[in-house]
């Protein structure tokens, strides 16, 4: 039997203090707890709970509507996750927006790898996404759902991407980054070392690569490596790895990053027998 949630008619209730303003914690800093919106994502967020993943579900905050329909699905957390429901008014004031999803879950990664470990965790046969500068969270949350949606087995970044962790980030990929398992950390350039010494034939996209991803050969371990958006890859990331571009009709300089990520992993894919 899974106790009703609490009920929540305050929304200065210091019980759900960290569901408070969640746009304005989106810039202040949410002392690394991260905020999960909506039916699918809650369901990744309990499989990732259950998994070694290392991400920890602390609290979820649903529209008093909502509670009959996810019983099933609450009851995949473990009983001392808190949940708490409130009407359409105080949930709004609580969120400090009109949050019609009506779902929202606070987790928190307990284990981040570091890239070294993560490396040395992957299977002998794997496919890794590598990406350099990217800024925008909308990109950062589609690249993870490309990834997911085509076998990839970790995502790597370097340290001036942006966290995937953000909110937006992790609701546009569906909640894909919290089972995908990455790591954020260093320079473009070390990352490169790093999948180099662990095997990895590397392929840089790019309008201008060498070769058309229709003729990148099968691999043990491929890594795909994509660009900060607008400039894309530096000459000088370009020239230490393998490069590869996707055609298209002339008049257009690139795809976006998150497109073209999608288009070639799944070429990748299915190269080497992964879809």
């Not at 699905?73 to 709004?92: G, I, N, S, T």
Request: hydrophobic share 45%; with cysteine; net charge neutral.
């Amino acid at each position: 039997m899974i106790a009703p949630p609490i009920r929540i008619d305050d929304p200065s209730d210091p019980r759900i203090a960290g569901f408070v303003s969640i746009k304005e914690r989106d810039l202040t800093g949410r002392q690394g707890r991260f905020i999960a919106e909506g039916t699918v994502v809650l369901r990744l967020l309990a499989a990732a709970h259950r998994s070694s993943r290392g991400i920890v579900a602390e609290a979820i905050l649903l529209l008093e509507n909502r509670v009959a329909g996810l019983r099933e699905l609450l009851a995949e957390f473990p009983e001392d996750v808190p949940v708490y429901a409130a009407d359409a008014r105080v949930f709004d004031a609580i969120a400090g927006f009109n949050m019609h999803r009506g779902v929202l879950a606070i987790g928190r990664p307990d284990r981040v790898p570091s890239r070294d470990a993560l490396l040395a965790s992957l299977p002998a046969s794997s496919l890794v996404l590598a990406a350099c500068g990217i800024s925008n969270h909308d990109n950062m949350g589609s690249l993870f759902r490309n990834a997911a949606a085509f076998g990839v087995d970790a995502a790597l970044m370097d340290q001036s991407s942006c966290d995937p962790m953000y909110r937006k980030a992790i609701r546009v990929s569906v909640g894909s980054v919290l089972v995908l398992p990455f790591a954020r950390e260093g320079t473009a350039a070390e990352l490169i070392d790093q999948l180099n010494a662990a095997g990895f034939s590397i392929w840089g996209l790019s309008p201008r690569g060498e070769t058309d991803i229709a003729d990148i050969p099968p691999a043990p371990r491929t890594a795909l490596l994509v660009g900060t958006e607008g400039e894309g890859l530096s000459p000088a990331i370009l020239s230490a790895v393998r490069t590869a571009r996707i055609r298209q009709r002339p008049g257009l300089d690139s795809l976006n990053v998150a497109m073209a990520a999608g288009i070639a992993l799944h070429q990748v894919a299915r190269v080497n027998g992964r879809i």
